[in-house]
């Protein structure tokens, strides 16, 4: 099944009555990683008044915040927000604040958490994950010109090759148009070139 995540380190910062609100999101893909990340954010912004974050894993459904201090549900949650609105997951958020020595209140407070998270997420920039096929194949050089069609139609792509005293080719689909390109391979070639499975893997579309 298709998921969107994000596939850059990504920043934002918002400034609300001389509190600044300085927020990163990152691509992470178990909790070790994110409780890592959050762990070098503290040391970094030791003088920041409170450590705020927010992430969502996909392996084993896992999601995360925390106010670090701040009223409850003004702060991780509004983060938390953001990433279900956007429907991201492998993602985390962490927001620093530098107190400015004025109060902003429960409202104040969730909308700088939030603005300054989807800042950070929109400059990572979002991308849609989709499980992929990956298949090899070998031709000889007469039937090259006539398999980048075939593939090319099945809405594949041919992602290796190597010219030796045969042509070995990578291609990758998405899985869902795998059994497609089986079949246009094997209708275009009457059965005489062989498709086989390497891997199957989550890709950016």
């Not at 990504?10 to 009555?17: A, I, M, R, V």
């Not at 962490?94 to 998270?117: C, E, H, N, P, Q």
Request: negative net charge; aromatic residues 10%.
């Amino acid at each position: 099944m298709n998921y969107k995540t994000i596939n850059a380190e990504g920043g934002g910062e918002y400034t609300e009555k001389r509190s600044r609100f300085i927020a990163k999101a990152y691509h992470v893909e178990s909790e070790e990683e994110a409780i890592s990340i959050i762990e070098e954010t503290r040391k970094k912004y030791w003088d920041a008044r409170h450590c705020v974050y927010a992430y969502v894993i996909r392996n084993n459904n896992l999601a995360r915040f925390s106010d670090d201090g701040e009223p409850s549900k003004s702060a991780g949650a509004p983060v938390m927000d953001i990433l279900s609105r956007e429907g991201l997951c492998d993602c985390l958020v962490t927001v620093v604040r530098y107190f400015g020595g004025v109060l902003l209140g429960v409202g104040g407070l969730v909308r700088a958490y939030s603005k300054s998270a989807k800042e950070a997420i929109e400059d990572a920039g979002i991308v849609t994950m989709a499980k992929c096929s990956v298949f090899s194949v070998t031709l000889p050089y007469s039937d090259w010109g006539k398999f980048q069609n075939a593939v090319k139609s099945a809405g594949a792509e041919i992602t290796k090759s190597e010219f030796l005293e045969n042509i070995c080719a990578e291609i990758t689909v998405e899985s869902q148009f795998s059994e497609k390109l089986k079949a246009d391979i094997t209708e275009s070639f009457n059965g005489s070139l062989e498709i086989s499975l390497i891997s199957e893997k989550f890709l950016a579309v």
